[in-house]
Nanobody, 114 residues
Framework: QVQLVESGGGLVQAGGSLRLSCAAS????????MGWYRQAPGKQRELVAF???????NVADSVKGRFTISRDNGQNTVYLQMNSLKPEDTAVYYC????????WGQGTQVTVSS
């Protein structure tokens, strides 16, 4: 079955950086587009960035120039490098396929203090 395990979140000051990782299993990772999503308190979950199976990356306008998505098909892992973090980036971050599947992992909390 599909498993998605996110890690790397934490508490960081504004302007800081974090690198999130997501270990995926249960499907053919190398041929699947992957995305990072986030959900802030009281808000709907939103797509932050996605990367195609061929490695073409796209990020939301709100994080453009600050976040970078990458993947390692040999390790079945997708990453999100987050720089110049802002308090409005505070959310639980999830990985999933893109478009997203029905299964969601536990996510990883990112908290940015001002």
């Amino acid at each position: 079955q599909v498993q998605l395990v996110e890690s790397g979140g934490g508490l960081v000051q504004a302007g800081g950086s974090l690198r999130l990782s997501c270990a995926a299993s249960g499907f053919t990772f190398s041929s699947t587009a992957m995305g990072w999503y986030r959900q802030a308190p009281g808000k709907q979950r939103e797509l932050v960035a996605f990367i195609t199976s061929g490695g073409v990356a796209n990020v939301a306008d709100s994080v453009k120039g600050r976040f970078t998505i990458s993947r390692d098909n040999g390790q079945n892992t997708v990453y999100l490098q987050m720089n110049s973090l802002k308090p409005e980036d505070t959310a639980v971050y999830y990985c999933n396929t893109a478009p997203n599947g029905a299964y969601w992992g536990q996510g990883t909390q990112v908290t940015v203090s001002s």
